[in-house]
Structure formats: structure tokens, C-alpha cells
């Protein structure tokens, strides 16, 4: 937990961890973690005002949604990917976590899994270009980063 030692934050997300190990979820490590209802909600709120406005929606977090079954997903990735996918703003997830990187197309949101720059024999990023007029988000990958060009429509 990064709350400070004996928050009640904190405590709440040594109960969340604890609660996820006692059902043996893939995902209870304590190297991952979750977005809390305080912050969702807002996500969830922001997301609305994009909506209405007719803005896109890009957005990041170090852990990935998906695969769910994957165990270094967020610890609440079904609650989160519920509430993004309610709103057609969201184009796309841009997350790190698992080293060997990834990519998924679910309900029309791109979700794409960077490479950790742990591993690899020489540096790896990516510049990420957004063009709204051709519905396209382009992503030029450096070293063994992978090039992309994700559709939004």
C-alpha cells in the first residue's frame, strides 16, 4: 500500500489485498493494486464530461485492465473496464506492468500493453500520436517496441 503506515487508506487496502488472497485471486500480489471508489467515481464523472462533449478519452495507468485472467492485472480491472466501457469517449488504455507487453481490442477500446524497458537488450519507448480527423491513434515504437496504428471507429 502507498498510504501512509496506519492511514485508514492504508488499512483499507491491506484488507482489499488480504481479501483478495484469502479467495486465491491471480492477481493478489502486492506488486499490483487497485483504483479506489473515490477515484472511479471521479474517472467515472470525467469520462460523462468528455461524453458530452464529444471529446476522446485516452487513458493511463501503469497496471493493465486485461486480460483478467493474467496475474498482474489491477485488482479491480472487471470494476474499472465496467465503468470505461460505459463511455464512448474511452479510445483507448495505455498501460506497463507486464514486461513482455500485449495488446487487446475489447468493445471497441484499445488496450495496449507497453514492454517493460527491464528486459530488453536496448532502450524501448514509443511516441503516440492522436489524430481525431482520421480516427486513428498511431503509435511509433523505438527499439523492440511495437508499431501500431489503432482504429477508433
Avoid at 493478489?28 to 464529444?54: F, M, V
Avoid at 493493465?64 to 493474467?70: G, V, Y
Avoid at 463511455?87 to 477500446?109: D, E, M, Q
Amino acid at each position: 500500500a502507498s498510504y501512509p503506515e496506519g492511514s485508514e487508506r492504508q488499512k483499507a487496502s491491506v484488507q482489499w489485498f488480504n481479501d483478495l488472497k484469502a479467495i486465491h485471486a491471480r492477481n493478489a500480489y502486492d506488486w499490483n493494486g487497485g483504483i479506489g471508489l473515490e477515484q472511479l467515481s471521479w474517472l467515472d464523472s470525467e469520462l460523462q464530461k468528455a461524453d458530452r462533449k464529444g471529446q476522446w478519452a485516452v487513458l493511463m495507468c501503469h497496471i493493465p485492465l486485461l486480460p483478467f485472467d493474467e496475474g498482474d492485472s489491477l485488482w479491480n480491472a472487471m470494476e474499472v473496464t465496467r465503468v470505461i466501457e460505459a463511455h464512448p469517449s474511452v479510445k483507448a488504455v495505455l498501460t506497463g506492468h507486464r514486461h513482455g507487453g500485449g495488446y487487446v481490442l475489447r468493445n471497441g477500446i484499445h488496450h495496449v500493453i507497453f514492454k517493460g524497458m527491464v528486459q530488453g537488450e536496448s532502450n524501448r519507448y514509443a511516441v503516440i500520436t492522436i489524430d481525431t480527423a482520421s480516427a486513428r491513434i498511431m503509435i511509433d515504437g523505438y527499439g523492440d517496441e511495437t508499431d501500431r496504428v489503432l482504429e477508433t471507429e
